[in-house]
């Protein structure tokens, strides 16, 4: 199978011209006569773009290599702007297996002989179809009798065989690309696919995917903003995950919204503001913000609520990376661009040795002109790109947590201005980070950190006058201790002086004798 599979790939990149971009001084000596032999391969596809005959190799090579390219798509700081630029059209739809096998899935999942046990009115038919999972609507029978509205996601059966063969043939393409191409060293092709490895075979694990959906829930718990469906935590499992069905308008449907009468302007703005409170709040943020996973509740339109799900990919911030990250964006905000240098270096993102004035002035270089514009018309995910492009150039490590962070603000942003090309981004975020940064630094934040640390101070009270009493203890015993080191020394050095003088009159004895017996 990997042979054959490797055919297809081979076949698929010559038939996409993707080798005629590569430029002939990176490639391998055999891949030359490699062309002659299979002429009839040859770039089918001349009228389009690069960006486009990459979208549609990937494409073609199934849902595996379509997760990919949209992983790629986000990695802007490997890839040039027209390629991730198409990769974003990637659709992740591919034809639903058999509804039966669904049923029988869900069946040995829950450990029941028929699904009517725990499910009415299941439909055969799914819901939704992608790449790793299928969706199934059903009535559940709780604990209690009463039924309930869900849908049931079930993982494609066989799948992680699929992506175990295809993420080997990744590992061996990364290998050659590491080796004979002279930018593989910086393009680090090899760690890309580990992430990538990492991040979708965490999506094959449903119990992780409601966990994270259980968290977010919590979070935004009787928000106005953002609304998550229940998990069914008992009725999940690796494979299978139940939960509440939800009634909405896709958040990209705008003409719908339109219809409801949505203040689309508030909804915008709200996206921004979910986006921030789960950053610099929660640092617990959904990561695949994309709008086939965001929908728009009908209910309250002059107060529109988002509803989310997929939670399969999330991405976290601890509490440096959220302070350098909020500091950086008010310093960028105040155009103070030594401020965002220094703040690059404090932080480990880029090395401690970085001359600061060369690396302000290519921040200013990035950012200066874009104040020059009416802020309606600055892309703020953009110019977030360009930073950390331009950070690249100094050496910048790249760090996952800011990956996940750009795409989701990318998403974000595509969004709202979407929804409302008006959006100012800046104007929404600056408040909020400002009251932010207060919050971490001011007397309110002395004040959390002792309401914080209260009962861990009041549990260990009682064990001070002992923990000083052993302190002290401690000290007279380092202290007599000391004492008798000091003595010894004192000892070892008086024997050894008296050592030297015995040694010396003996010699003088000895020197004497010789004097006299001559």
């Known amino acids: 199978m990997r042979i054959t599979r490797l055919i297809k790939i081979t076949k698929t990149f ?30 089918k596809h001349p009228d389009k773009t690069r960006g486009q ?18 992983m790629l798509s986000t990695r802007r700081d490997l890839l040039p702007h027209d390629i991730a630029n198409e990769l974003n059209f990637l659709q992740d739809k591919v034809a639903p297996f058999d509804g ?31 790449s790793i999972a299928q969706v199934h609507t059903a009535h559940l029978i709780d604990h209690d009798g009463e039924h309930k509205d869900v849908v049931i996601k079930v993982i494609r059966p066989g799948i992680d065989r699929i992506i175990n063969a295809d993420v080997e043939l990744m590992q061996v393409i990364a290998g050659f690309v590491a080796r004979y191409m002279p930018d593989g060293k910086r393009l680090r092709p090899r760690e890309v696919i580990e992430e990538y490895k990492k991040t979708i075979i965490d999506e094959l694990d449903l119990l992780r995917e409601a966990a994270n959906a259980i968290q977010l829930r919590r979070n935004f718990e009787n928000s106005d903003s953002l609304y998550v469906p229940f998990v069914y935590s008992d009725f999940c499992r690796h494979n299978v995950l139940v939960m509440e069905r939800i009634y909405g308008i896709p958040v990209s449907d705008i003409a719908a919204l339109k219809a409801n009468n949505t203040n689309l302007e508030k909804l915008a703005e709200r996206g921004v503001e979910v986006f921030f409170t789960q950053v610099f709040r ?80 290519a921040i200013r270089t990035v950012c200066e002109p874009i104040f020059n514009k009416p802020l309606a018309e600055i892309s703020f995910g953009h110019v977030l790109v360009n930073l950390f492009n331009t950070a690249r150039r100094f050496n910048m490590e ?11 603000l990318l998403y974000i942003e595509g969004l709202g201005r979407q929804l409302y090309p008006q959006l100012d981004l800046w104007k929404t975020a600056k408040p909020f980070l400002e009251n932010w940064m207060k919050e971490q630094i001011g007397p309110k934040a002395v004040y959390n950190n002792v309401k914080a640390n209260l009962p861990f101070w009041g549990e260990k009270l009682p064990e001070i006058p002992d923990l000083i009493y052993d ?7 380092a202290h007599q201790m000391q004492q008798l080191h000091m003595i010894k ?20 004895a000895i020197i004497a004798l010789a004097i006299t017996f001559k």
């Open 53 to 70: 005959r990459i979208r549609l190799a990937l494409q073609e090579l199934g849902p595996v290599w379509v997760k990919f390219g949209q």
């Open 14 to 43: 010559f038939q996409y011209g993707l080798d005629e971009l590569i430029p002939p001084m990176w490639l391998p000596w055999y891949v030359t006569p490699l062309r002659t032999m299979i002429f009839w391969w040859r770039n």
């Open 489 to 508: 020394n004192q000892q070892e050095t008086n024997r050894q002086h008296k050592l030297t003088r015995i040694t010396i009159l003996l010699g003088c």
């Open 471 to 477: 302190y002290l203890k401690a000290g007279k015993y």
């Open 398 to 408: 790249v760090q996952p947590q800011l990956v996940l962070l750009q795409k989701t």
């Open 282 to 361: 929660d640092s617990f943020f959904h990561a695949d913000m994309h709008p086939g996973n965001v929908f728009v509740s009908y209910e309250n339109p002059q107060s529109p609520q988002y509803i989310g799900i997929d939670c399969g990919i999330v991405g976290t911030l601890n509490r440096e990376d959220k302070r350098y990250l909020a500091e950086n964006f008010i310093a960028f905000f105040n155009r103070d661009y030594r401020k965002v240098a220094e703040l690059h270096v404090d932080s480990g993102w880029v090395p401690a040795d970085t001359n600061l004035e060369d690396f302000e002035f």
């Open 100 to 130: 039966k096998q669904a049923q029988q899935l869900i069946e040995h999942a829950l450990e029941i002989n028929d699904i009517s046990q725990r499910f009415v009115e299941f439909d055969i038919k799914p819901l939704a179809s992608a």
